[in-house]
């Protein structure tokens, strides 16, 4: 079945600092690739996407890439901040079937000192 | 508030019991998800439901049974629980797309101890 993978699994920042989470994919037909954020006693939330037509997507201070004949992504925070700490997952629509079906990375812990 | 609710959002069980966790989404989506979110691994999707016909069973044990009656609410009923059944239980719901283009929306999850 479809494998992501993500790395590292902990990353500690100084507020101000920029944060890079990778992740690798399996599925050569993945064309979604979502990236959420999860906070103490939440549920995840989307942050960003990017579909396998772009190359780069931006939204303030977070961007997404995508390589898609290294089949990797990355999900790059500028400026941190302490409240960007959190659990970040990201994900791949598993061969990009119809039905919605998610395959998540095991996720990253970032910690933003103030 | 993302427009999916789940409760209970704490529950502690014997393996004996039997319990359900309700979830319910107010997005007008089509499709709904369990998954469970156990520490240091990644999330894995358990059920699918499309149209509220179930279009994915990740094997998982019977001891797990999913409802759907509605497109706005999914149950998943409990029974004879194991201690490694402890974990999150997260819904989610979106709505489905030619693509397969699909931002999911999660709820805040059910935290659940069995005993």
């Known amino acids: 079945g479809e494998n992501v993978e993500q790395h590292p699994s902990t990353l500690s920042v100084q507020e101000g600092d920029s944060a890079v989470i990778k992740c690798t994919y399996s599925?050569?037909?993945?064309?979604?690739f979502p990236w959420y954020k999860q906070e103490l006693g939440k549920g995840p939330q989307l942050i960003i996407d990017?579909?396998?037509?772009?190359g780069e997507k931006k939204d303030q201070r977070i961007a997404v890439t995508l390589n898609k004949t290294a089949k990797h992504f990355s999900l790059h925070i500028t400026e941190t901040q302490p409240e960007d700490s959190a659990v970040y997952f990201c994900?791949?629509?598993?061969?990009?079937?119809?039905?919605?079906?998610?395959?998540f990375g095991q996720g990253t812990i970032l910690t933003v000192h103030p | 508030e993302t427009g999916v609710t789940q409760t209970p959002r704490h529950l502690v069980m014997g393996m004996t019991n039997k319990k359900s966790l309700k979830c319910e989404q107010h997005?007008?989506?089509?499709?709904m998800y369990w998954y469970k979110q156990s520490a240091k691994k990644p999330l894995e999707l358990m059920f699918v439901?499309?149209?509220?016909?179930?279009?994915e069973n990740n094997s998982v044990p019977s001891r797990f049974s999913p409802e759907c009656p509605n497109s706005s609410h999914l149950f998943l009923h409990l029974h004879t629980l194991q201690p490694e059944d402890s974990a999150l239980y997260l819904c989610a719901s979106s709505q489905e797309e030619t693509g397969g283009y699909n931002e999911q929306f999660f709820g805040p999850g059910t935290r659940l101890t069995v005993l």
């Open positions: 599925d050569s037909a993945s064309n979604y």
């Open positions: 990017i579909r396998s037509n772009v």
């Open positions: 439901y499309n149209f509220k016909e179930q279009t």
């Open positions: 994900a791949d629509n598993a061969g990009g079937t119809s039905y919605g079906k998610l395959t």
């Open positions: 997005l007008g989506h089509n499709a």
